[in-house]
């Protein structure tokens, strides 16, 4: 079965002031009156029951999480004991799963995206199963063909072209499909497979030159940081790359039917390494698989992101605050909808204003650089109240 492990426990801080410790980017509404990690549950659909989701998410953030997603089941949330990046919390919901399904199926899936349209996005995710289930070894992510030149994104290179699997687990190849759901099934060929190629190696951030090369070449995709495998395949991977974390895992899953689980599981996981399933794994495996996404896709990692889902005024002007002004202003991000404020903004251009009940950001709105280190400024000055 298919089994959604959503990733809830970053923190977002280039949303900074709107995006907290404690209320991280996840918990924003980017569209509509659903937030990022309500979005991400919502559309899943019926590709996933309730009972076969799973938050992982910081101690700090559970009740927040509950609060958001009541629908869920008991024990749908995996409160990791300590950040720990995403290898040793994908490796801890693996052996969740695998307690349950030992044949199970994961979906990995950050809570901080938007992503659309929502049916096309069920499609290129039972596509990926249907790859996994045809060949277990494989471990599959999804680029995103990239629009602009992004210094703010990891790259995938791809390499040589297998066979497309179309949307509900179609095979098209040679002429010829199958369901490989249902092999005896009468229903008549599928749309285009989607495009799915071997991965050739992954990439860092590059620099602004590198990053144009990357988009002239026409073989890169930003890499969305959603994958899916086998539950015990990861963990054998983990195994082979990742000894470290490997025992470790191991010796909470013997400790889980014992009643010192939760000392074991704080004592363990706290000892694992801090790095990501790419370093971890990623970059090792020879059966990694780049599925093309076949959706639109947007991490909403900034406020020029986050001013895309507002409608721009005659002056390009990108406003969410119930009263403001602006005189001679343009090309500027206004976002204060919860403090009440009168918010004028007079012969500016191109700002990002930013107002919280305690904290105001004004910069730049072209300086991702200067609006990212923020929150490290913040920090070194030991004002950790506004984090």
């Given at each position: 079965m298919l089994h959604a492990v959503i990733l809830a426990g970053g923190s977002g801080t280039r949303?900074?002031?709107?995006?907290?410790t404690l209320r991280p980017k996840q918990f924003l509404k980017?569209?509509?009156?659903?937030?990022?990690?309500?979005?991400?549950?919502?559309?899943?659909?019926d590709l996933v029951s309730l009972d076969r989701i799973l938050i992982a998410t910081t101690k700090a953030l559970a009740g927040a999480v509950q609060d958001q997603l009541s629908q869920?089941?008991?024990?749908?949330?995996?409160?990791?004991?300590?950040?720990?990046?995403t290898a040793p919390c994908i490796g801890l919901a693996a052996i969740h799963i695998l307690r349950r399904d030992?044949?199970?199926?994961?979906?990995?899936?950050?809570?901080?995206?938007?992503?659309?349209?929502?049916?096309?996005?069920?499609?290129?995710?039972?596509?990926?199963?249907?790859?996994v289930e045809e060949d277990p070894r494989r471990l599959v992510t999804f680029g995103v063909k990239p629009h602009y030149p992004s210094t703010g994104f990891g790259y995938i290179e791809r390499g040589e072209a297998i066979a497309g699997v179309a949307g509900g687990g179609w095979r098209v190849a040679g002429g010829e499909s199958t369901n490989l759901s249902n092999p005896e099934s009468p229903i008549p060929r599928p749309p285009s497979p989607i495009p799915a190629y071997r991965v050739a190696r992954f990439h860092e951030k590059p620099q602004l030159a590198v990053a144009?090369?990357?988009?002239?070449?026409?073989?890169?995709?930003w890499n969305s940081g959603m994958f899916v495998w086998k539950a015990r395949t990861i963990l054998d991977a983990l195994a082979r790359h990742q000894p470290a974390i490997a025992s470790g895992l191991q010796r909470m899953a013997e400790a889980a039917d014992r009643a010192d689980f939760a000392e074991?599981?704080?004592?363990?996981?706290?000892?694992?390494?801090?790095?990501?399933?790419?370093?971890a794994v990623m970059e090792h495996a020879e059966e990694a698989i780049v599925l093309e996404a076949t959706f639109e896709w947007d991490d909403v990692g900034s406020w020029p992101a986050w001013a895309r889902y507002r409608p721009a005024d005659e002056y390009?002007?990108?406003?969410?605050?119930?009263?403001?002004?602006?005189?001679n202003a343009g090309g500027n991000i206004v976002c204060g909808p919860e403090t009440g404020q009168a918010i004028v903004l007079a012969g500016v251009k191109n700002l990002a204003v930013i107002v919280t009940p305690d904290a105001i950001l004004v910069a730049d709105k072209r300086d991702e650089a200067s609006m990212a280190a923020v929150t490290r400024e913040l920090r070194q000055r030991g004002w950790e109240e506004y984090l």
């Open positions: 949303l900074w002031p709107a995006s907290r980017v569209q509509g009156d659903r937030t990022m990690l309500q979005a991400t549950v919502d559309r899943l659909g869920l089941p008991r024990g749908a949330i995996l409160a990791e004991p300590c950040p720990r990046n030992p044949e199970g199926t994961m979906a990995i899936l950050p809570a901080d995206q938007v992503i659309a349209p929502e049916e096309v996005f069920r499609d290129a995710l039972g596509a990926a199963a249907a790859m144009e090369q990357y988009l002239a070449a026409g073989r890169y995709y074991v599981l704080e004592a363990e996981f706290a000892a694992l390494p801090k790095i990501s399933i790419d370093y390009d002007n990108r406003i969410d605050a119930p009263r403001h002004a602006e005189i």
